[in-house]
């Protein structure tokens, strides 16, 4: 693992959002939720043993290199979970194709960290209902599959742009959480 530079230290991360990017393994692109981002890269958790060094990735039409740095193997039930409704809800986005404004809420929810609960709230008002034991029973058989986590170093003015981008959305989720906890909306 590379030891971070005094510079990417002192960096704020963002989590308060993931960015959905794509990653080139191959002939084929898979699907990936940037983390812990900032202007110099990401992280992202992903199923294939990845090596350091260079890595294509995009977002929609836009390409863009990075550099892994680190890769380590997970095994965070947590994140598991995470990455597993987020999974379900882009499955439930995919079938509302003629409901426009749902599908929209809906893959904004996914890029939302944490919520767990709310996301299964969601998903069980749309039908897709399983019990935490069932929910359980997802995450420790995906813990059973490879699962990695690695750290992406990123100079390119397209992974700026989405930073730009990501982090307007980012200031509107923070408010609305902002004003639902001065409405005693929060806990």
């Given at each position: 693992?590379?030891?971070?530079?005094?510079?990417?230290?002192?960096?704020?991360?963002?989590?308060?959002?993931?960015?959905?990017?794509?990653?080139?393994?191959?002939?084929?692109?898979h699907v990936?939720?940037?983390?812990?981002?900032?202007?110099?890269?990401?992280?992202?958790?992903?199923?294939?043993?990845?090596?350091?060094?260079?890595?294509?990735?995009?977002?929609?039409?836009?390409?863009?290199?990075?550099?892994?740095?680190?890769?380590?193997?997970?095994?965070?039930?947590?994140?598991?979970?995470?990455?597993?409704?987020?999974?379900?809800?882009?499955?439930?986005?995919?079938?509302l194709?003629?409901?426009?404004?749902?599908?929209?809420?809906?893959?904004?929810?996914?890029?939302?960290?944490?919520?767990?609960?709310?996301?299964?709230?969601?998903?069980?008002?749309?039908?897709?209902?399983?019990?935490?034991?069932?929910w359980?029973?997802?995450?420790?058989?995906?813990l059973?599959?490879?699962?990695?986590?690695?750290?992406?170093?990123?100079?390119?003015?397209?992974?700026?742009?989405v930073?730009?981008?990501?982090?307007?959305?980012?200031?509107?989720?923070?408010?609305?959480?902002?004003?639902?906890g001065?409405?005693?909306?929060?806990?």
């Amino acid at each position: 693992m590379t030891e971070p530079s005094d510079a990417q230290r002192h960096i704020q991360r963002h989590n308060e959002i993931s960015i959905r990017l794509h990653y080139a393994k191959g002939d084929d692109w898979h699907v990936i939720e940037a983390q812990q981002w900032n202007v110099r890269g990401f992280c992202f958790f992903h199923v294939h043993a990845l090596h350091v060094g260079a890595i294509e990735f995009k977002r929609s039409l836009q390409h863009f290199s990075g550099d892994i740095v680190w890769t380590r193997a997970c095994h965070d039930e947590e994140q598991v979970l995470e990455m597993l409704l987020n999974e379900a809800i882009h499955q439930q986005a995919q079938r509302l194709q003629n409901q426009s404004e749902t599908q929209s809420r809906l893959l904004r929810l996914m890029r939302v960290r944490g919520m767990a609960q709310d996301k299964q709230r969601v998903l069980s008002a749309l039908g897709f209902q399983l019990s935490q034991a069932q929910w359980q029973e997802r995450v420790q058989q995906r813990l059973q599959e490879a699962l990695f986590q690695s750290g992406v170093r990123v100079e390119s003015p397209v992974w700026n742009a989405v930073v730009a981008d990501a982090m307007e959305l980012g200031s509107v989720v923070q408010d609305l959480e902002r004003w639902s906890g001065a409405l005693g909306g929060g806990e």
